[in-house]
């Protein structure tokens, strides 16, 4: 399985750098794209966000956003639950990221999608998050897009 952080999946509905090579990752991938149900929130805020900023036209996070959900409810985009599992993967993350030397500064919503991941034991990490990719790393995940971005 292959899972997609927002800082990547993003990339694949708003154009920016860096979209082409996620295209292409997707494109060679046989299974969904897979993320956790915290990416509902985290793409309506972050699509709403470049909206604010000018870099999307006005209206257009929701034609985003519309597009995103129906990517869900047609099975091309698999939403994972935050359940009980999750949150006790993600609480080993966060200890983990803040005993290592260096330590990794986690975001909670990072910790989340890591623990989702290592929770349905996938194989591939793909992130755009520098720290995110450190911590996948150090999980023994295979992280992508390749270095360097």
């Given at each position: 399985?292959?899972?997609?952080?927002?800082?990547?999946?993003?990339?694949?509905?708003v154009t920016e750098p860096g979209s082409p090579e996620l295209f292409q990752i997707a494109a060679?991938?046989?299974e969904p794209v897979t993320s956790s149900a915290i990416i509902t929130a985290e793409m309506l805020c972050a699509l709403h966000r470049?909206?604010?900023?000018?870099?999307?036209g006005a209206g257009s996070a929701k034609v985003v956003y519309s597009k995103f959900l129906e990517d869900i409810r047609g099975n091309r985009?698999?939403?994972l639950p935050?359940?009980?599992?999750?949150?006790?993967?993600?609480?080993t993350v966060v200890r983990v990221a803040y005993e290592r030397r260096p330590r990794i500064f986690l975001r909670s919503l990072d910790a989340i999608h890591?623990?989702?991941a290592l929770s349905v034991r996938t194989t591939v990490f793909v992130t755009?998050?520098?720290r995110l990719r450190d911590l996948a790393e150090a999980a023994g995940l295979k992280v992508l897009?390749?270095?360097p971005y």
């Open positions: 399985m292959t899972y997609w952080d927002t800082s990547a999946l993003f990339k694949l509905y060679e991938t046989r470049k909206e604010a900023d000018g870099d999307l985009l698999l939403v935050f359940d009980s599992e999750v949150a006790a993967v993600a609480e890591l623990a989702t755009r998050d520098g897009p390749e270095r």
